[in-house]
């Protein structure tokens, strides 16, 4: 998986309006989180709906390497036979983790408090991003690690032998940090407290407590406190996995964009902590809205229905980064499209995801002929309006799938086509992603 693969450009350019319904594969964060407390929980774990992007596949031959067992059965069910808090193996091998660093980081907690010895690594992405960030609180625990340079992959864990609980304030305002830190207080004995100061997506939290382990939540000013138990025994679950809303932000702002456009996307996870996308683009003027809300394995789901509407510039607030993270890379696109100035602030986890997006955000709307400043901690974009981003342009994507899906969106409505230099990434968390849009109406070369 380490390997490069080779580089797959797309070009998109402008259709007639996009219309039909929205197929977008299941939630990565939720399935990821499945496949790891099944392999903690003893038994038979089923998953429905999980996404089979290589990011997710990645960690399922790490749970198996830890000697959890998987399979698949004809409908599409995965089934998950785990091995218990504490139980995990020691690998026969390097553990490769591809493009994640949700797999990754949490894989890592996951060990952390069990005696075994694991070596991690990852793509040439992978290996530039901080680890130290899970590394250091995760030695609280009683774990050892030995890795490259500051913290970065290669890293070698050697999980503790005699783990202990641990009281921990969390300075990166990261869910991954967070599920990392609950992951391995799983068999830490007595209670771990972790204090984070914004809210992060909770999807470990309410799969645990699915799960059957004892955890409290508490609010903590802006934050919250998050109490667990170790030495927990996990009870095996059904996870219905809902459809990603990060992957929904792609074809709900094509729809925005595109003249004429009426999408309808069913299923998606509704989550607070990872709605706000739609909630800026509302405020944008777009025509987004959710029908048919319900409840589905512990986490709101519904019909997310977007159409096109002219948008205007916002002021995005850092307090809202985190409910949006993952989608400031199509938002800024959203933006180059709308009538004035948009402000995005609070950004700066931007550069340390699959690449620096803010500069990949910045290098892309510059090539399509979009102002843009970038800040330390943000962006700010002069909109164009609907018909007045230039595009013609090739954009690089730095092995960033997001990047890739953002700008070949920006294509199906700029005046003249747009090109992203690499589509291989796509498959780390959306592999229908092109054959989806085009089941719209999307025009890719
Ligand atoms: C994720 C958390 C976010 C997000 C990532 C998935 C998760 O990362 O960017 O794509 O599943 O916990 P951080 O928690 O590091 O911000």
Request: charged fraction near 20%.
């Amino acid at each position: 998986m380490t390997a490069v693969k080779a580089p797959r450009p797309l070009a998109a350019r402008r259709p007639g309006a996009l219309r039909g319904i929205a197929q977008i594969p299941g939630d990565k964060s939720i399935s990821h989180r499945a496949l790891i407390l099944g392999a903690l929980a003893v038994g038979e774990t089923k998953i429905t709906g999980l996404l089979e992007a290589d990011d997710v596949i990645a960690t399922a031959m790490a749970m198996r390497r830890f000697g959890a067992e998987t399979a698949k059965d004809k409908d599409g069910t995965w089934r998950v036979w785990g091995v218990g808090t504490g139980g995990f193996a020691e690998p026969d091998g390097v553990l490769d983790f591809g493009n994640s660093g949700t797999g990754v980081r949490l894989a890592m907690g996951a060990m952390a408090t069990t005696p075994v010895l694991a070596v991690f690594t990852g793509d040439q992405s992978l290996r530039r991003r901080p680890m130290r960030r899970v590394l250091e609180p995760l030695s609280a625990f009683g774990m050892d690690w030995n890795g490259r340079g500051d913290g970065y992959l290669p890293v070698t864990l050697r999980g503790a032998r005699h783990p202990v609980a641990i009281e921990h304030r969390i300075a990166t305002p990261s869910a991954q940090v967070k599920s990392a830190l609950l992951l391995a207080a799983l068999n830490a004995p007595g209670r771990t407290r972790l204090t984070q100061n914004v809210l992060t997506r909770d999807h470990t939290e309410r799969m645990l407590k699915a799960f059957g382990a004892d955890i409290v939540v508490e609010p903590d000013g802006a934050g919250e406190t998050i109490s667990i138990t170790g030495e927990a025994e996990l009870k095996p679950a059904a996870v219905h996995v809902p459809r990603d809303p990060s992957s929904a932000a792609f074809a709900a702002v094509a729809a925005s964009i595109v003249p004429a456009s009426q999408i309808t996307i069913p299923g998606v996870l509704l989550n607070q902590r990872r709605v706000g996308l739609f909630q800026v683009l509302r405020e944008m003027g777009a025509r987004v809205s959710a029908a048919s809300v319900s409840e589905a394995g512990g986490e709101p789901v519904g019909d997310v229905v977007a159409a096109f509407a002219p948008l205007r510039g916002v002021e995005v607030p850092a307090d809202r980064a985190p409910a949006l993270i993952d989608e400031y890379p199509i938002l800024a696109i959203a933006a180059a499209f709308a009538e004035g100035r948009t402000i995005l602030r609070g950004l700066e986890e931007l550069r340390v995801k699959e690449s620096d997006r803010l500069a990949a955000i910045a290098a892309g709307l510059r090539a399509i002929g979009v102002n843009v400043e970038e800040l330390s901690d943000g962006l700010i974009i002069e909109g164009r309006g609907a018909d007045g981003v230039p595009g013609g342009a090739t954009v690089e994507t730095h092995m960033d799938h997001r990047i890739a899906m953002s700008f070949l969106v920006a294509g199906l409505a700029a005046r003249e086509p747009v090109a992203v230099d690499d589509t291989a990434m796509i498959a780390t968390s959306f592999p229908e992603f092109e054959a989806m849009m085009r089941s719209l109406g999307a025009e890719f070369a």
